[in-house]
């Protein structure tokens, strides 16, 4: 057995093979993706390196005349006294001068799937079976290696899956592994290469190997992108930023502040991307694309607030309270403003009992501002909806990254223990000037990622 593995992609133009090859190797800048039939004109490969092996994929184009090819065939066969086996009477046509002009391309992806120990047969399934892919499996099986094919675009409800097994069975090709390259299941990649494990038995270990190896960067990638939306939250829940109690020095004040929380929260979404090899193009807006007209696009906007809070406190002078307490839900305020509307200053979730010696200050001139709690869970549910959206996107995505309206409800009966504790430590926050280094922002940080760990936000 040669130690290592060749596997050509192959298939007819436009059926999606750059578009797997990126999705397998996690790498959106591999090749070239359009819309328009022929865009892959010569060949690329990558290699995957193993303990033992490497594993080579090799992008080819799309055939384009697989009826003029084979009627060439025939001919050339014709020209023979005794009937040549299919591997000879495709060396013969590779030797040919039409394997350098008309049949230029087909050449390519011909010579490439010899030189291989497998192809990866890419189908559009959402085309239906011509005579010109009947001829493309007859001479790609004369090559006489083993063909797996991969039924792609499996998420359209108009297929021709039947149809297309029919057609590969028809040319002994037993093996296909549905795969959507676009939106491929969250374990595709790995599924993948153990059905191809079964095929390529000479191959079974390293293919295992890899099909492991998947599986666990996809374990290691998802818990460290919770750690990042775990600092982000820590971040948001302990910054504080002081502020005079008059009316106008708290608007310009909260004005900073929602700016500061919006930016860590777009740090956040650009670290992330950046964490699951994506761009800035699968995600272009500065805030997070929600499906239908239920959220604004805004952190603060205040319909989406009102969608996600749980309860408003209560506190003293409870009339007062009521709408300094719609006013913080509303406008995202936590720690009350110094009484903008009557003088009096409110919190919210507990009012004047929880806010002790913070609630003196405010009394002796100043304030600290930061988000209320419904905006740190907000900021959670969304970071929860990318990364279940990145977890799942495939990288021959070319549409923007959308989340979905529906989700489940979140910390309904009260925050987490560490972002509760954040809010006393607002040299925990990166966000403001008095950051510092600390081990119990560390395992605040690290005890809220497992948290969020046990959560199904769909």
């Known amino acids: 057995m040669n130690s290592n593995l060749k596997l050509a992609v192959v298939g007819h133009t436009n059926t999606g093979k750059t578009s797997l090859l990126r999705t397998l190797l ?53 020209y023979e006294d005794s009937r040549l086996s299919n591997q000879e009477l495709i060396k013969k046509f590779l030797k040919s001068p039409e394997s350098t002009r008309r049949y230029a391309q087909e050449a390519r992806v011909l010579h490439q799937l010899l030189d291989s120990t497998a192809g990866l047969y890419v189908i559009d399934i959402r085309d239906s079976v011509r005579s010109k892919h009947r001829d493309e499996l007859h001479i790609m099986s004369m090559c006489g290696r083993p063909l797996i094919a991969i039924l792609n675009f499996m998420h359209s409800e108009d297929n021709f899956k039947d149809e297309w097994n029919e057609a590969l069975s028809d040319n002994n090709i037993h093996l296909s592994i ?5 939106a491929p299941p969250i374990d595709g990649t790995e599924m993948l290469y153990k059905k191809l494990s079964i095929v390529l038995s000479s191959y079974d ?4 190997q890899l099909a492991e190896r998947v599986a666990e960067q996809r374990t290691s990638r998802k818990k460290a992108a919770l750690s990042l939306l775990a600092e982000a939250l820590v971040d948001i829940a302990s910054y504080k930023y002081p502020s005079k109690t008059d009316e106008e020095s708290v608007r310009e004040n909260w004005e900073i502040v929602q700016n500061n929380v919006r930016k860590r929260e777009y740090k956040f979404n650009s670290d992330l991307l950046k964490h699951y090899r994506f761009t800035e193009e699968d995600y272009p807006n500065k805030h997070i694309p929600i499906e239908g007209e239920r959220w604004g696009s805004d952190l603060f906007n205040p319909s989406t607030l009102k969608e996600i809070s749980v309860h408003v406190g209560s506190g003293f002078a409870a009339g007062a309270m009521t709408g300094m307490a719609l006013d913080v839900l509303t406008a995202g305020l936590s720690l009350g403003t110094a009484a903008l509307f009557g003088g009096i200053i409110g919190s919210m979730a507990g009012g004047a009992a929880k806010l002790g010696n913070r609630l003196k200050a405010k009394y002796q001139g100043y304030q600290e501002l930061s988000v209320d709690d419904n905006v740190v869970r907000l900021v959670a549910i969304r970071g929860l909806l ?40 607002p040299e925990w926050s990166s966000i403001g000037g008095r950051h510092k280094t600390s081990e119990a922002k560390r395992e605040a940080t690290k005890g809220l990622s497992k948290e969020l760990q046990k959560i199904e936000i769909l």
């Open 386 to 425: 990318l990364i279940a959206a990145l977890d799942r996107r495939g990288h021959a995505s070319t549409s923007p990254v959308s989340l979905p309206s529906e989700y489940k409800t979140l910390w309904t009966k009260g925050m987490p223990e560490e972002l509760s504790d954040a809010r006393g430590h």
């Open 26 to 78: 996690e790498d959106k800048s591999f090749g070239e993706v359009e819309d328009s039939p022929g865009t892959t004109k010569a060949l690329e490969a990558a290699v995957i390196p193993l303990d033992d092996c490497e594993i080579t994929l090799i992008d080819t184009p799309g055939f384009e005349d697989s009826e003029g090819l084979r009627d060439y065939l025939e001919q050339l066969q014709s």
């Open 178 to 182: 549905e795969f959507d390259t676009v």
């Open 205 to 208: 270990q390293p293919l295992k």
